[in-house]
């Protein structure tokens, strides 16, 4: 498996046809959301993805801060449905707060967890800071991760 991680710019189009594609697979295919999936805050973002036998398997966005929130975020995190369950999942989650935590150097982020990954952020010291509400008719909280030395 290789990781990479690219800024919009550095993107071919090659690559950012097959983010694209695996987006849309898993955010409005397979969770059935009719809604733009593309959006104005990709050419701003970092992407960090995974590829296994020249497919993306596991991606994130991420934002630096002022982006979409004040603070630096996380979001379009996606493990493609055939390679999840096997950790891939946390190493995605691990290696994109080590971009944020020590490229960027960023000591808040935050996210819109679905309400059924809850814990599994919280497991990287994100803590909930809002109520559970639909976004595209899907339950979300927004969670927030601070530097503890800080």
């Known amino acids: 498996m290789d990781w990479y991680i690219k800024k919009f710019e550095d993107l071919t189009t090659n690559e950012l046809y097959d983010l694209i594609r695996e987006r ?12 733009p999936e593309v959006d104005d805050k990709d050419q701003a973002s970092y992407h ?15 934002l630096p801060a002022g982006v979409s929130y004040e ?17 891939l999942g946390r190493e995605l989650m691990e290696r994109s707060m080590d971009f ?6 960023e ?9 059924y990954a809850m814990h599994f ?6 803590k909930p800071v809002s109520e559970v509400y ?9 969670m927030v991760w601070k530097d503890p030395s800080h």
């Open 24 to 35: 849309v697979n898993v955010f409005v295919v397979e969770q059935n959301c009719p809604y």
């Open 48 to 62: 960090l993805y995974a590829k296994k036998n020249g497919e993306v398997v596991a991606y994130t966005r991420l």
């Open 71 to 87: 603070q630096a975020s996380i979001g379009r995190v996606l493990v493609k449905e055939s390679c999840r369950k096997t950790g």
């Open 100 to 105: 944020l935590k020590n490229h960027l150097k």
């Open 107 to 115: 000591k808040e982020v935050k996210l819109q967890a679905q309400e």
């Open 121 to 126: 952020y919280g497991s990287f010291g994100f």
């Open 134 to 142: 639909l976004e595209d008719d899907i339950p979300h909280v927004d």
